[in-house]
C-alpha cells in the first residue's frame, strides 16, 4: 500500500520563508508532507529542474472582467501603462 497519492520527486521547492530541494507527498488532494527520499506513491512525477510552489496561490489578476465603473479604468491598466513613455515628455 502507498502511503501518498502522489509524489512530486526532485522538486526546488520555493516557500515564503526559503528554497530547497524536496519530494513532495500529497495524501487525499492535501499536501501532506515535504522531505528527502519519501516513501512511494500510487502515482509519481519527476519534477527535476523544475520550481514548485506546494500551496502557493496563482497570483495574477484579469484585467478584463467587467466591472462598474470607474473602478476599471484603461489608462491604469497593465497594458496602457506599458505604453506609457517612462519618462514624461517636456512641456
Known sequence: MSDFDLVIRNARAVTASDSFDCDIGIRAGRIAQLGLALPPGKQEID?????????????????????????????????????????????
Open 47 to 91: 519534477a527535476a529542474g523544475r520550481t514548485v510552489t506546494p500551496g502557493g496561490v496563482d497570483a495574477h489578476c484579469h484585467l478584463d472582467q467587467p466591472m462598474p465603473p470607474p473602478t476599471r479604468r484603461p489608462t491604469t491598466s497593465t497594458p496602457a501603462r506599458a505604453q506609457r513613455p517612462a519618462v514624461a515628455p517636456p512641456r
